[in-house]
């Protein structure tokens, strides 16, 4: 599977630039969910999704991903 670069604009992935999987057109999934990475908060019931959207490229050629929202865990699946 094809994989492209991101980078995380505005909430709490701020900055983060990782490898997401790739479209047949090389662009990144339409939106993204990034899940708090404390295993145990997220078995406890707590914890949170954080929403992020494709945004577009830059001149580097690294996508975007604009943060949209966050929500309980579990709420976006």
Do not use: N
Request: aromatic share 6%; net charge positive.
């Amino acid at each position: 599977m094809a994989e492209v670069t991101v980078r995380f604009v505005g909430g709490p992935a701020d900055g983060l630039v990782r490898r997401v999987p790739a479209g047949p057109d090389g662009a990144p999934p339409r939106v993204w969910v990034l899940r708090h990475p404390d295993q145990a908060t997220a078995l406890a019931g707590a914890g949170a999704d954080h929403r992020y959207r494709r945004d577009r490229r830059d001149d580097t050629g690294t996508w975007t991903m604009r943060f949209v929202r966050t929500d309980p865990l579990g709420v976006t699946e």
